[in-house]
């Protein structure tokens, strides 16, 4: 039988967040061992001091934002003689959702609102497709402004970004939108227009172009050159993307501590310690590690300034994940106990619950990897009653049941999940659904939901756009398939 860790793995990688800020590498289960015993409610568990509370409303935009019409936003912008600021997110991304609690909500943003029409985009939502399939996305949330003459991207910001980069991404994209307009580009080879190219490029999918244009930008630039962390950190990011990890690993040794910003430098170092991932050797692996793993101490022992707590926490998180890949688990489960105090004041002092459900991915997490899943169901059990049309809780709450291979609570309450989302989440939880069906031995079960997963997939495919997905859902699928004729002999 697989370990536990295995098993929660499996499923929890169908649930993990996209990119680094949220990412599809991320291990949800943490590597946590068996948690068994009953549900300990939310007073008794010790790290349930939030309390259940009334619907109150969520904080308001400081700006007006057009909401899932990307076409009416692009409209209004032509109109107003204005940029327009995409935000892609999606409900399950906890930093979207920290970014909409924290950084969209103050009041510092406001002037930009003369300039910009604002525009998010949930990217799991049918209506969005277009613009998902025009725009590329590896990580959630991205944010992107555009000309609304031609549709060019002229500013591209993937992951978290505190106010004051919001507003400084802001500023410098509308002044390549200012001189894009005047006829005063960037001139050809200049470290501005690489940068520009490689925005496009990562923006249109084509990472291997992408991490050309930006090794170029940061050669060319001087080394106090404004836009070199951004530079930096797409660099890295698509050789990530490419599945350069060499390169990606040499690029991230030499250049760690050149990095500024916000978020940028957890980013970077977490680029760094998923590529030495991907190296064969182990030694090589280890040094690559260990370098990531100091920046990342230092980080977590002096965040930066304007870091929010989920910039913090998932400083906090990467360090743990490295450590613990390293085999220094004491220190790894120390990381996630700190990060974990974290989120829990930030949710007693939320205001209502949507805004504390914007650390409950962080929380049930840590919990798994502290070994107290118990508290992460009590969590997320919680979170349900508060929230009962968000499919985010009960998806949640069916990685932990997993974790602890509790199957028909894990089913019940993917169940839920399904009945509420849509898209390609909702595709996701199918997989979720399938497999623990198959550790259920309900295998009958398993292959409809496979091949209804797959003919999901099958009509996302758009040229090469969705198809990797198409691919390894079939491929499930024909497993499943032998399997089950293989047991019937």
Same mark, same amino acid.
């Given at each position: *039988? ?64 057009? !909401? ?18 995409? &935000? ?23 002037? %930009? ?7 998010? %985009? ?26 609304? =003459?031609?549709? !060019? ?24 939108? &200012? ?18 190219? =490689? ?39 698509? %050789? ?9 690993? /040499? ?21 760094? =310690? ?19 793993? /100091? ?15 989920? &910039? !913090? ?10 450590? /613990? ?9 120390? =990381? ?6 974290? *989120? ?37 059990? !919680?979170? /349900? ?44 939880? *199918?997989?979720?659904?399938? &497999?623990?069906?198959?550790? *259920? ?49």
């Amino acid at each position: *039988m697989q370990s536990t860790r295995r098993l929660a793995v499996t499923c929890a990688a169908a649930l993990a967040c996209h990119g680094v800020a949220c990412n599809g590498n991320s291990d949800t289960s943490g590597g946590a061992p068996a948690v068994t015993g009953p549900t300990q409610t939310p007073e008794a568990s010790a790290g349930a001091a939030e309390v259940e509370r009334p619907r109150e409303p969520p904080p308001t935009p400081s700006v007006p934002i057009v !909401r899932d019409d990307y076409a009416a936003a692009l409209t209004q912008a032509k109109e107003q003689g204005k940029a327009l600021l995409v &935000d892609g997110w999606a409900p399950w991304c906890h930093t979207c959702l920290s970014m909409h609690h924290y950084v969209f909500t103050d009041p510092a943003i406001k002037p %930009l609102d003369e300039r910009l029409v604002f525009a998010a %985009l949930d990217t799991d939502r049918p209506e969005n497709a277009a613009f998902t399939e025009r725009f590329a996305m590896n990580m959630w949330p991205t944010l992107f402004v555009i000309d609304p =003459a031609d549709e !060019r991207v002229v500013g591209y910001w993937p992951g978290a970004a505190s106010t004051a980069e919001l507003v400084e991404f802001a500023e410098r994209s509308l002044a390549t939108f &200012d001189a894009s307009r005047s006829g005063q580009a960037a001139a050809e080879g200049s470290p501005e227009a690489l940068l520009l190219a =490689a925005r496009a490029a990562q923006a249109r999918g084509d990472a291997r172009e992408a991490a050309t244009r930006y090794g170029e930008a940061v050669k060319a630039a001087a080394p106090d050159w404004p836009q070199r962390g951004a530079a930096l950190l797409g660099w890295i990011q698509t %050789l990530k993307a490419a599945r350069a990890s060499q390169t990606c690993v /040499e690029i991230g040794t030499e250049y760690i501590d050149q990095v500024d910003g916000t978020a940028r430098p957890v980013d970077f170092a977490r680029y760094l =310690a998923l590529c030495a991932d991907n190296l064969s050797g182990v030694d090589e692996k280890k040094r690559a590690r260990a370098v990531a793993i /100091e920046r990342l101490r230092a980080l977590t022992s002096a965040p930066p300034a304007g870091a929010s707590v989920d &910039d !913090r926490a998932d400083a906090l998180d990467a360090l743990a994940r490295a450590l /613990e890949r390293q085999g220094d688990r004491a220190s790894a489960r120390a =990381a996630d106990e700190q990060r974990l105090a974290l *989120m829990e004041e930030a949710a007693r002092a939320a205001t209502a619950p949507e805004v504390a459900a914007t650390h409950d991915y962080g929380r049930a997490n840590a919990y798994v990897a502290l070994g107290r899943a118990p508290e992460a169901i009590a969590l997320l059990e !919680r979170r /349900e009653r508060e929230l009962p049309e968000s499919y985010e809780p009960p998806a949640r709450l069916a990685t932990v049941y997993v974790s602890v291979q509790r199957w028909p609570e894990a089913l019940a309450a993917i169940e839920r999940a399904l009945e509420r989302s849509y898209g390609p989440r909702k595709l996701r939880y *199918m997989s979720v659904k399938a &497999d623990i069906q198959g550790r *259920m031995n309900d295998h009958e079960g398993q292959l409809a939901t496979l091949r209804e997963e797959v003919a999901g997939r099958r009509a996302l495919v758009r040229g090469d756009a969705n198809r990797a997905a198409f691919e390894e859902a079939r491929a499930r699928l024909q497993k499943a398939e032998m399997t089950l004729r293989s047991r019937k002999g």
